[in-house]
């Protein structure tokens, strides 16, 4: 009996390995899903003091890893004030301060780890974004 459910449990987890290798992870639109279930580089600036990443669900830092090429996309909602403020180097243009709805794009063309705030709350709000 103790072999058969190891067997069984064997089977079990091996299908789930390969469906899990085999799934693109893309969404209807052709555009990679992930847990947060938003496309690659879609950032909620949220209506509290949080970015978080539409696609992996990741907050304060939200982190997005995207090939060169893709663009990151930061949309606002709520009542207070925000901006997307890159920090250290490598860099990209930074936003101006943003209050409601609205969003900011940046195309990354070049691979790096790109660090950014508000520059309203600090360090209180930070993300980073992979590009490879």
Not at 38 to 64: E, L, M, R
Not at 68 to 85: D, I, K, M, Y
């Amino acid at each position: 009996m103790r072999i058969r459910k190891a067997v069984l449990m064997a089977i079990a987890v091996g299908g789930l390995a390969a469906a899990s290798a085999c799934g693109n992870g893309m969404g209807p639109s052709g555009t990679a899903r992930g847990q947060g279930g938003g496309p690659v580089g879609s950032v909620a600036v949220g209506s509290g003091v949080q970015f978080v990443s539409g696609h992996n669900g990741s907050t304060n830092p939200a982190v997005d890893t995207i090939p060169a090429g893709t663009a990151v996309t930061w949309s606002w909602r709520g009542g207070l004030p925000h901006s997307v403020q890159s920090i250290g180097s490598p860099s990209f243009a930074s936003s101006g301060t943003k209050t409601g709805s609205g969003t900011y794009a940046v195309t990354f063309t070049t691979p790096g780890t790109y660090q950014y705030d508000c520059a309203v709350h600090g360090q209180a709000m930070t993300g980073t974004v992979v590009v490879e």
